[in-house]
Each structure stands twice: as structure tokens, then as C-alpha cells.
């Protein structure tokens, strides 16, 4: 008995010990979690930064100085463009390592690693077979062929690297702790795989397979009446008229096949809202100061940390202040002494699926050009965290990666046909670096546009204003040379007439200088008019939020910072104004009960603004949604057939002009319903799904308790994230703030002999939780106001408040 005690008292420590050494499923390992000296109490606020301190850095070439505003907001000055980037590398994984750390190995198909779950290796696999890394190691290849991306890149890994080497275990940044695995090396590929991810979340998406589905069950002649080239109701950002002042290239030839695909011979979901951004530049003539005022918001997924990070660069030819992208080198939204720039998604249709027609099931061969074509193998050795590797073959096409040849059970994979190669303009070679060192230092116009050639993707809408009285914006980037609506459906991979054929001249992308009206804007919305010769997309983002914009601008006059900063708080709704007026009428009063009467009479006299205390607003987000549902489903929601619902534009024009439209009734009743029941029982709905969540209409209906913004942990991590804010906003307003996506930055620049710059990002500038630095800008960026950005000419400069210094050296 005695000895059976004593191995009790031996055995049971030891498992004890071992099982909370253990990191079980989402738990991290307790005892190494809760060690005093090791575990999360060492993440607590700390002041290490509140005062002078030192570095040594072995690759540093002289002395640099960066001191830290009140907001720890880096200011960086070095005597070379070396030191420049190593000291941004070095700061920025000081504040950010383990956001970097996980957004490259999100990016690289790598979170099976450090997470063990099926939707984690479904999205490792994704990731691979999209050509993510492919397209990466093609893009370093660009970025390192010249001397100054080579220089930039690797001195930005030497910062990484060196910041990294100072961290002990008990310094490691708590998600470490939690998911229980360490930092590795930075590598430039790294870089280049941040860059491809923002590719990725702003140009990958792709509705062809849906399209094709659609063309497949209704035929070429409801397809163009559903989905129309161009919308009806537009605003686009090269104001109608402009002048094209260049010659064309020619357009390639449709091919026969195609022709006869959309004239009757066919061979063998709502649409959500898309990522946006708004921005915007007003000449002096329109502003109090005489000098332009240039505004930037981009819409993103909102997260904690930030996906922007804050800092200013200053050097011998670059002073420039604005906010990186954490894990690649330089400013990519900002300003500098000259002039100021910024950014929207363009949505150009640089995604093409090809169907690919192989010899066998080995898949060593695919027909292309009348002849059998050698595919080529790239092995992805996925590797799992605590289990066996996962192989997976993914076959290459000319056009690109086959993505599935089996379909998977995951909800990314839903637009990707199966046995389609993926012809990718983020798989290409390419720089895009090089704009952002340009615009850092650019100084005019000129500038401006030499910048913009070096840029690939995704492609983007450039905002530019200068001291000089310049504003212009261009829908930019690397467009395929296609004939018209290349790329709408699946395309043909057995004939070359189906090969994008070459590029859209730099010089000829869509572009605007000094227009008459005193302004340029984008909103996501349609790049031109007809007229532009090239072919971009036949779908943009809905025309409302540029709309409103462009009026607010027109009509604005002796404009200063602050009638910038509320319009971009601005949440009235040109959805409402359009649809309220044509949905109202149509409702039977007398049908309604108590709850619903009184609901109608909140949205007759709703002010259309998306304010947090509308309940108006409630009621008609949820009214104009299920409507577009109870018009659509019956037929495009078909199982094992994924489809796409017609535009939201198609729909109100419908609405508007087609009052017996076929698509009211309900294929799958045996009454014919119209338009008007379509819109009750929308109506209905809205207001009886508010009162079963919210009770009887109360404070409870406002918008701002329904929207439910927040702010959630970049890794969805319980208690990371922000609470509930009591804010306004819409997708279809200029707030375009959902529940966890919007404004991920503000900005508003005013150029004159010293540039005045304000900014806010709804996070903070530190991606650790316990520091007061981690969220401390988010009630600021809620309440709709800017920070002053300390755009400083020195280390001494007063301009800055400056509550810590940080000097390196070799």
C-alpha cells in the first residue's frame, strides 16, 4: 500500500504537469499560461517606452532617432532610406509582430500550424490552390530585381529580425501565449505575401461561376435584361463627358463561341454589398484656404489590432506621415510636404476561371490550341499541429492553378467551379512597392503619375492633391486587354481567342485632372461613362454612396477640414430617398396590427439618415432586404446551383418601371403574388422580426442597437475585441459602417505651405491587449472626429508631443 501511495505521489504531478504543459483544442497549455514570470501577467501595461532608452541593431549604417507622440505614433529620422525601413521594420513589430506573424501565415495557407480544425485546413488548402504563395515568390521576384524595392524590402526584415532577437519567452505577445506557439524569422516572401493577401481580399472575388450558372438556366435574353452591362442609375468617378485623349488600342475579337452563347445557342444568392472606401479631393476654388483638401476613408474589415498601423518617415528626399500596412515597408495612405494621396477599390475584373479540358484522370495533359499541353505539379505540404502532413497536388495550367478538381465543404469555395484554372493578376510578377516609394516622395502631378505605372493590383482608385492647386484621381492598375465582357461567365481554356491579350496602356487607365466641377471622388462605383474604349468590369459597387458625395461636394463651398470630417460621418441613405417613395404607397394599412401601423408611421416620417437613434432605419434595412429575397429566391436559390441575385439597381428599376414584372410572383406557390404582396409581406416581416427579438417598438429598435457595431480581435479571440457601439451608418450611406466592417481609417489632408493632416482609426497604435494603446483611438473614431496628425521636420520639433525616444544604433 505504501508503495502504491508513493507512486500516486510520483504519477499524478506528472500527468497534472503535463496536461496543463498541454495546449488542448482552443485552450492554451494553463500552467505555462498563468506562469508569473513567463505568462500573460508579463502582457500587463508596461512603461518600457516612457522614457529615453537605446538599441543596438548590427545592420543599422548610422544613427537613427524615432520618438513616440502621445498616441505612441512612430517618428522615424534616418540619414538613409536603409536605416529608414530598418527602423520601420524594427518599431513595427514592436507594437504588431504577432498580427503580421498571422496574417502572413493566414495568407500562405499556414494556420493549421498553430490552430487544429477542419475550417483551418479547409482555409490552408484554399489559400494554396488559389496560388497564393505562387503568386507571392512571382511578385518578390519583381520587387527584388530592383535596387531600391530590394533595399527597402530587406532592410524592413532586418528591423523584423532584429526586434524579434530581443524578445525573451516572457516577452512574447499574448496570442503567442494563448495559441501556444513562437516567432519565426521574418523573410521578405512575407512581405510579398501581406501584399498578395490585400489582393486577395479586394480583388478575388469572382461571380462568374454564378453568372454561368444563371446563362445556363434562363438563357442568354433574361440574362442581359437581369444583368446589364451598365447600370441604370450612375455617378461614375471620371465625371460624364470627359475627354479620352489618347488613341486606342484595338479591342481583340470576340470569339464566334461567345456570340453565340449570348444570342441562344448555349453550349454546355444576394449579392452582398462589396468591400468599399470613399474619397475625395477639392480644388481651392471650392475651400476656405484657397489650397486643396484631399479625404480618405477605406472600408475594411475592422479588427483589433488595426489593419492600418501610424508612423511617419523622414530621410534625406522623404518626409511623409500616414499609415503602412503592418509587414511591408512605407506609407501607403499619407501625405508629405507637397502632396497628399488615397485609395478605393476599383472591383476591375482581373479574376478569369477557365474550364480545362484534361486527357485522363492523371491530369498530366489539357487540351489547349488543338493540341495536348504538359500541366505542371506543385506539392503543398499543409502541416498540421500535432497530427500527420496533408499533401495536396495542386496542377498548373498556362492560365494558372486548377483550384478543385473535387468540390469542398467550405463556404470561400462556393464562386470556384470545379476542374477551372484561375488566371490571377496577383500571380504575376510584379512591384508595387515602387508606387509607394514614389509617392512618399513625389512632389507634383508628375510624380503622381510616374508613381502609378509601377502599380499592379489590386487595382485601385488614386486620389491626388497638391500644394500646386492639382487634384486628380485615377481608376489604376494592370488591366487585361479584353473585348467586352470577358470574364462575365466561365471561359473557354482549350482556345487562345479566350486568352486575356495583352494590357490596357498605363497611360490610357481612366484618369481626371483639374475637372470643371472643382472636385474628384470615387465610391466604388462604375470607373467611366460608356464612352472610356476599354473594357474593366461590367458590374461595379452601387452608384448611391458616390452619389451622394458628389452632390454634398457640388454644393459645397469655402469647404474646411471640419465640413470633411462630418461628411464622412454623413448617414443619409440615397437608397431610402430612391426606394421609400416607391415602396410606401404600396402598403395595405388596413392589413396591419397595432405594431406594424406604428412602425409605417416611423418610416414615413424617418429622415433617411442612418443616425444610432433611428428606428426607422431599422425597420427599413430589414424591409428592403427581405423584399429583394421574396422577389429573387423563388428562383436564383436553387440547391446544388449557386447563383446570384440581380443587382440592387436592376431590382429598384424593376420596382420602379415594371409593375407586372414575371419575377413578383412565387414559383413555388400555387397563387400569383404581385409586386404590392411582395412588399407587405417584406414589410411584415421587418417589423414582426424586430419585435420577436426586441419586444414591442422601444429604444431597442434603434439602428444602432439592430446594426450592432463592433470591433472584434483579428484572431476572434473572446475579450479582445471592443463592446457594442452606440453608432450610426450604413453601407449604403458615406458611414458605410456595418456590424464589423467600415472606415478603417479617416483622413482628411489640407495642403498649403505647412500641410495640416487629421486622422483616426478605430483601434490604436499597439496590438497588445494589455497596453493603453491598444484601443485607445476607438471612442474618438466612433464619435466621428480626427486626431491632428504631428507632422514633424524634426526629432525636436515642438509640433510633437512627444512622451518617448528610441535611438538606435550599430
Known amino acids: 500500500m505504501n508503495k502504491i501511495r508513493a507512486l500516486f505521489c510520483v504519477v499524478i504531478p506528472v500527468l497534472l504537469a503535463c496536461l496543463f504543459n498541454t495546449k488542448l483544442g482552443n485552450t492554451p497549455p494553463l500552467l505555462k499560461f498563468l506562469n508569473p514570470f513567463m505568462g500573460f501577467w508579463q502582457n500587463a501595461e508596461n512603461n518600457h517606452f516612457i522614457f529615453n532608452h537605446k538599441a543596438k541593431i548590427k545592420g543599422a549604417i548610422d544613427k537613427i532617432e524615432i520618438v513616440f507622440d502621445d498616441r505612441m505614433i512612430p517618428h522615424i529620422f534616418a540619414s538613409n532610406d536603409h536605416d529608414l525601413y530598418l527602423a520601420q521594420g524594427y518599431v513595427t513589430a514592436m507594437h504588431r509582430l504577432w498580427q503580421m506573424d498571422f496574417q502572413t501565415r493566414f495568407a500562405a495557407g499556414r494556420i493549421s500550424e498553430v490552430v487544429v480544425s477542419d475550417a483551418a485546413r479547409e482555409s490552408d488548402r484554399y489559400q494554396r490552390r488559389m496560388g497564393m504563395v505562387f503568386g507571392a515568390e512571382n511578385s518578390l521576384k519583381g520587387m527584388m530585381a530592383d535596387p531600391k524595392s530590394k ?50 481580399i479586394l480583388a478575388m472575388g469572382s ?16 440574362t442581359k435584361n437581369l444583368f446589364p452591362d451598365y447600370p441604370f442609375k450612375e455617378d461614375p468617378i471620371i465625371p460624364v463627358g470627359t475627354q479620352w485623349d489618347f488613341t486606342p488600342l484595338s479591342i481583340p475579337k470576340t470569339p464566334e463561341s461567345f456570340t453565340e452563347a449570348l444570342t441562344g445557342n448555349v453550349r454546355t444568392k444576394e449579392k452582398i454589398e462589396g468591400i468599399g472606401s470613399n474619397n475625395w479631393a477639392l480644388s481651392g476654388s ?66 478569369d476561371f477557365y474550364q480545362i479540358k484534361f486527357k485522363d484522370s492523371t491530369h498530366n495533359a489539357y487540351w489547349y490550341n488543338n493540341k495536348w499541353n504538359k500541366t505542371t505539379k506543385r506539392i503543398e505540404t499543409i502541416k498540421i499541429r500535432g497530427g500527420k502532413d496533408v499533401i495536396d497536388t495542386v496542377y498548373y495550367t498556362h492560365h494558372g492553378p486548377v483550384v478543385y478538381l473535387q468540390k469542398p465543404n467550405f463556404s470561400k469555395a462556393n464562386n470556384v467551379p470545379v476542374g477551372d484554372a484561375v488566371r490571377w493578376i496577383a500571380h504575376d510578377s510584379s512591384n508595387d512597392l515602387m508606387t509607394f516609394y514614389f509617392l512618399n516622395r513625389g512632389k507634383n502631378y508628375n510624380d503622381y503619375r510616374k508613381a502609378l505605372t509601377y502599380f499592379t493590383a489590386p487595382a485601385q482608385n488614386f486620389i491626388f492633391a497638391s500644394v500646386d492647386n492639382d487634384i486628380a484621381i485615377t481608376p489604376n492598375g494592370k488591366f487585361p486587354l479584353k473585348w467586352k465582357d470577358q470574364g462575365k461567365f466561365i471561359l473557354d481554356g482549350t482556345d487562345p481567342a479566350y486568352d486575356w491579350q495583352g494590357w490596357i496602356p498605363a497611360a490610357q487607365n481612366p484618369t481626371v485632372k483639374n475637372p470643371p466641377r472643382g472636385f474628384v471622388s470615387s465610391a466604388n462605383q462604375s470607373s467611366t461613362d460608356p464612352t472610356y474604349p476599354y473594357y474593366i468590369n461590367w458590374e461595379f459597387t452601387s452608384y448611391e454612396r458616390g452619389k451622394r458625395i458628389n452632390d454634398r461636394l457640388a454644393a459645397m463651398s469655402k469647404a474646411t477640414k471640419d465640413s470633411i470630417r462630418l461628411m464622412q460621418s454623413d448617414n443619409y441613405s440615397i437608397l431610402a430617398q430612391n426606394l421609400i417613395p416607391l415602396l410606401c404607397p404600396l402598403i395595405k394599412t388596413e392589413q396591419l396590427n397595432a405594431t406594424q401601423k406604428e412602425a409605417f408611421n416611423y418610416v414615413v416620417k424617418w429622415n433617411k439618415r442612418y443616425d444610432a437613434d433611428q428606428i426607422g432605419a431599422s425597420i427599413f434595412e430589414i424591409w428592403s432586404k427581405r423584399l429583394l429575397t421574396n422577389i429573387w429566391a423563388d428562383e436564383f436559390e436553387v440547391k446544388g446551383i449557386p447563383m446570384r441575385f440581380p443587382s440592387r439597381d436592376r431590382t429598384i428599376q424593376m420596382i420602379a418601371h415594371e409593375p407586372n414584372a414575371v419575377w413578383y410572383d412565387n414559383v413555388k406557390t400555387p397563387q400569383k403574388e404581385t409586386l404590392s404582396d411582395n412588399v407587405n409581406d417584406a414589410f411584415k416581416f421587418a417589423c414582426d422580426s424586430l419585435e420577436r427579438r426586441f419586444g414591442p417598438i422601444n429604444k431597442d429598435w434603434n439602428w444602432a442597437n439592430v446594426k450592432q457595431s463592433h470591433v472584434p480581435h483579428l484572431a ?13 451608418g450604413s453601407k449604403s450611406a458615406i458611414n458605410a459602417l456595418g456590424d464589423t ?10 495642403l498649403g505651405k505647412t500641410p495640416k493632416g487629421h486622422g483616426v482609426y478605430p483601434g490604436g497604435q499597439s496590438g497588445n491587449p494589455g497596453s493603453k494603446f491598444y484601443d485607445n483611438m476607438l471612442d474618438t473614431w466612433a464619435k466621428g472626429e480626427l486626431y491632428d496628425l504631428f507632422y514633424m521636420q524634426t526629432p525636436d520639433d515642438k509640433s510633437g508631443k512627444i512622451i518617448s525616444r528610441l535611438k538606435i544604433s550599430k
Open 151 to 200: 533595399e527597402m524590402l530587406l532592410a524592413y526584415t532586418e528591423g523584423i529580425n532584429a526586434y524579434i532577437k530581443t524578445l525573451s519567452k516572457a516577452k512574447y505577445p499574448i496570442e503567442y501565449k494563448i495559441l501556444d506557439f513562437k516567432p519565426e524569422a521574418w523573410t521578405p516572401l512575407k512581405c510579398a505575401l501581406l501584399l498578395k493577401q490585400m489582393s486577395a
Open 207 to 222: 461571380d462568374e461561376f454564378y453568372m454561368t450558372n444563371i446563362l445556363k438556366k434562363f438563357g442568354p435574353e433574361v
Open 716 to 728: 476572434k479571440i473572446p475579450g479582445f475585441g471592443s463592446e457594442i457601439l452606440e453608432i450610426g
Open 741 to 750: 466592417h467600415g472606415p478603417s481609417w479617416r483622413m482628411v489632408i489640407e
Open 286 to 351: 471650392k475651400t476656405a484656404s484657397g489650397f486643396p483638401i484631399l479625404a480618405n476613408d477605406p472600408h475594411l474589415e475592422l479588427t483589433l489590432p488595426s489593419i492600418w498601423y501610424q508612423i511617419q518617415l523622414h530621410a534625406p528626399g522623404v518626409n511623409v506621415y500616414g499609415v503602412s500596412l503592418p509587414g511591408a515597408p512605407g506609407v501607403v495612405i499619407g501625405f508629405n510636404q507637397k502632396i497628399a494621396w488615397g485609395v478605393t477599390n476599383v472591383a476591375a475584373d482581373v479574376l
